[in-house]
């Protein structure tokens, strides 16, 4: 059974830092892209980024750009967020996403950021 | 790159069918054959329902069907059943790795 666990997520002031981990286990790691998807409480989602399944690529939604990372750890079956200068508009459920040919499919259970001073 | 254009709610009584839609461009929906679904109850995870325009994953509900016309998608739900009040969102690969997602729609099972 796939299953991804996110992790990392909490409060944070505006300016902060934090990082995001997703587990995955039961399929091979290394063979699937990963998205990042958020979503604020009550409202619609947003894609956030993508990896490749090597980690030889990688692409942003304009409204992170600059301030995430995405990165993995093909070892460890993880996959990380890293998140700098957050703003209260970040808040939101994070969800750790696999990709299968251009569709996203199987999501994890979401980890909650709250910028707030 | 802007969402994609849900309606905000629809409604039908069990046993009928309902179709959201999902407007785009020629630039997601339009220029590629990558339009998936997702149901979402609340408090869960979405799940996807529907992938590459109209293909089920193992699982769903053959009363779930998915289509396209040029720029806009389509998820329609036949035979509509209590359980399948949830929020539904569209996704559509969007080009240069970049994907779009609906604002959502919300079926209420009357």
């Known amino acids: 059974e796939v299953q991804l666990v996110e992790s990392g997520g909490g409060l944070v002031q505006p300016g902060g830092s934090l990082r995001l981990s997703c587990a995955a286990s039961g399929f091979t790691f290394s063979d699937y892209w990963m998205h990042w998807v958020r979503q604020v409480p009550g409202k619609g989602l947003l894609w956030v980024s993508l990896?490749?399944?090597?980690?030889?690529?990688?692409n942003y939604a304009d409204s992170v750009k600059g301030r995430f990372t995405i990165s993995r750890d093909n070892a460890k079956k993880t996959l990380y967020l890293q998140m700098n200068s957050l703003r209260a508009e970040d808040t939101a459920v994070y969800y750790c996403?696999?990709?299968?040919?251009?569709?996203?499919?199987?999501w994890g259970q979401g980890t909650l950021v709250t910028v707030s001073s | 790159q802007s969402a994609l254009t849900q309606p905000r709610s629809v409604s039908g009584s069990p046993g009928q069918s309902v179709a959201i839609s999902c407007t785009g461009s020629m630039s997601d929906i339009g220029g590629y054959n990558y339009v998936s679904w997702y149901q979402q109850h609340p408090g869960k995870a979405p799940k996807l329902m529907i992938h590459?325009?109209?293909k089920r994953p193992s699982g769903v509900p053959d009363r779930f069907s998915g289509s396209k016309s040029g720029s806009t998608a389509s998820l329609t739900i036949s035979g509509l059943q209590a359980e399948d009040e949830a929020d539904y969102y569209c996704?559509?690969?969007?080009?240069?790795?970049?994907?779009?997602f609906g604002g959502g729609t919300k079926v209420t099972v009357l």
């Open positions: 590459d325009v109209t």
């Open positions: 996403v696999r990709d299968s040919r251009y569709s996203p499919d199987c």
């Open positions: 990896i490749y399944s090597d980690g030889s690529g990688t």
């Open positions: 996704c559509s690969y969007a080009g240069s790795y970049n994907w779009v």
